[in-house]
């Protein structure tokens, strides 16, 4: 609903612009910015990515490493079970579980450390964009830039003027 919405008042503030452009006798200028291809191409955004790869790699191995100890004592307590005593295996089937319930636990512990870093990491490319947008549009007199559009001609696609001018500040190599 708040998507609907923020379309609507987009659509709308668009054809009011649309109406008035004329009655100025002057240009409307539009350009669009695909985030997606920001997030993808910029130079920031594959140093965050290599960052996020370089900090939570032990982690995954370790959780990968887990998984497979967890899944060869499962194996070999199913081929097993049928030949151990009755206690002995409601001991060892309670230990799997415990180590299972223990892996999910690190598991989404982990997701929940990787998404919110990424979130983090992303807004900071996502501010520096934006920032690298606002001089573009200013320097080439749009009047307006969206980020968000169901289609766009591809004539008013600033995407690659971004990219170039934002993989050209420094310190974004």
């Known amino acids: 609903m708040k998507s609907f919405s923020r379309h609507l008042s987009l659509a709308l503030l668009l054809g009011t612009l649309a109406v008035a452009a ?5 240009e409307f200028k539009a350009g ?20 996020l790869e370089q900090e939570f790699s032990r982690r995954e191995k370790e959780l990968v490493d887990m998984g497979t100890t967890l899944k060869t004592a499962t194996d070999k307590f199913e081929r097993e079970a049928p030949t151990m005593a009755e206690s002995q295996r409601a ?3 309670r230990q799997l579980v415990d180590q299972d319930r ?8 982990f997701q929940e450390d990787l998404s919110a870093r990424k979130n983090e990491e992303l807004s900071q490319v996502l501010e520096r964009a934006n920032k690298v947008v606002k001089q ?16 766009i001609n591809p004539k008013h696609d600033i995407t690659d ?9 420094p310190g974004t190599k």
Do not use: G
């Open 22 to 26: 004329p009655a100025q006798a002057q």
């Open 32 to 51: 669009f910015v695909n985030t997606d291809r920001i997030f993808r191409e910029a130079n920031t955004a594959k140093a965050a990515q290599a960052k």
């Open 91 to 93: 001991v060892k089937q």
């Open 102 to 109: 223990d892996f999910q636990r690190k598991r989404r512990e």
């Open 136 to 151: 573009v549009a200013e320097a080439e007199k749009y009047d307006v830039i969206l980020q968000e559009a169901v289609y």
């Open 161 to 169: 003027k971004v990219l170039k001018a934002l993989n050209a500040a």
